[in-house]
């Protein structure tokens, strides 16, 4: 078992636990499409608890190394962008047709190449085990964060809020707001 403590293992522990993150983000997808969303939602911030563990435990026993690097941003990718509009689109989208329904596509895939972006753009700035003081731009954790308050409030502000504020968040993922890294 000692390939758990090595930084060059591709299944270091902190690794096993992006492994755990994209297995949430995964089942969450799934329990989506079956409109189980209480399910979705646990699962989801499941994913959220292990992000955080991974990279505390990577830097804590020095197990960080370039393949967790993009291991992590995939995991965040599926995790925190296509999952919660994944959770946007059924659970809001779901009975638009039309027009509307053009709109909130558009919508979806400007967040989800916004997210992406952010990911590329931090990974290639990025240096393994290395922690900055602040993020620019909204990380997607806390865009998903946003996301899923935005759908909270989703029968109050209705389909075209939801939409306004989708586009908002995707653009302020890779905008230059400096976010303080907790």
Partial sequence: MQFLWRSESHFNLANLITMANITC???????ITQNQFIIAVVLAWMGGAF?????????????????????DSFADFLSFVLVPTFF????????LSGFALAAASAASVYYVISGLRRLIQFNIN????????YFTGVPTPLGAI???LVWL???FIGWMGVLALMVII???????VKI???
């Fill in 88 to 95: 946007i689109f059924q659970g809001v989208y779901a009975e």
């Fill in 25 to 31: 983000g995964l089942l969450a997808t799934y329990f």
């Fill in 170 to 176: 995707g653009a302020l993922l890779n905008s230059k």
């Fill in 51 to 71: 992000d955080i563990f991974d990279g505390k435990i990577a830097r804590r026993y020095h197990l960080s190394n370039e393949f967790g690097v993009q291991l």
């Fill in 153 to 155: 409030g989703s029968g």
């Fill in 180 to 182: 303080p890294h907790l």
């Fill in 126 to 133: 990025a240096d393994a085990g290395e922690v900055s003081k």
């Fill in 146 to 148: 946003l996301l899923w």
